[in-house]
Nanobody, 123 residues
Framework: QVQLVESGGGSVQAGGSLRLSCVASVNIFLNTCMGWFRQAPGKEREGVATIYTGSRSYYADSVKGRFIISQYNANTLHLDMTNLKPEDTAMYYC??????????????????WGQGTQVTVSS
């Protein structure tokens, strides 16, 4: 059973920074696509950033230049978020093993999901 556990969420003021972490129960981040998604109340889940093991990363236009996704090892993924904006407020989810193209940032492609960590940015 694969489990993904996110941490690092919290409440910050606009312009602040947070680092989200995702730890998997097994070494799942090998030769696969992994990523971060978010969902605000009343909105659809959207892709934030994805990365393929040892390869390039992909970002939603809304976070380019502010967020960085990185893989620490075979079971740990990070998302460094800077210059946070109120519109970044959402539940953030870690996901692993995509069946589609990593650059599509399509949530329906991913097989494994964490429970989420809340990020709240106040103005």
């Amino acid at each position: 059973q694969v489990q993904l556990v996110e941490s690092g969420g919290g409440s910050v003021q606009a312009g602040g920074s947070l680092r989200l972490s995702c730890v998997a129960s097994v070494n799942i981040f090998l030769n696969t696509c992994m990523g971060w998604f978010r969902q605000a109340p009343g909105k659809e889940r959207e892709g934030v950033a994805t990365i393929y093991t040892g390869s390039r990363s992909y970002y939603a236009d809304s976070v380019k230049g502010r967020f960085i996704i990185s893989q620490y090892n075979a079971n740990t993924l990070h998302l460094d978020m800077t210059n946070l904006k109120p519109e970044d407020t959402a539940m953030y989810y870690c996901a692993a093993v995509a069946t589609g193209a990593c650059g599509d940032l399509r949530f329906s492609d991913f097989k494994y999901w964490g429970q989420g960590t809340q990020v709240t940015v106040s103005s």
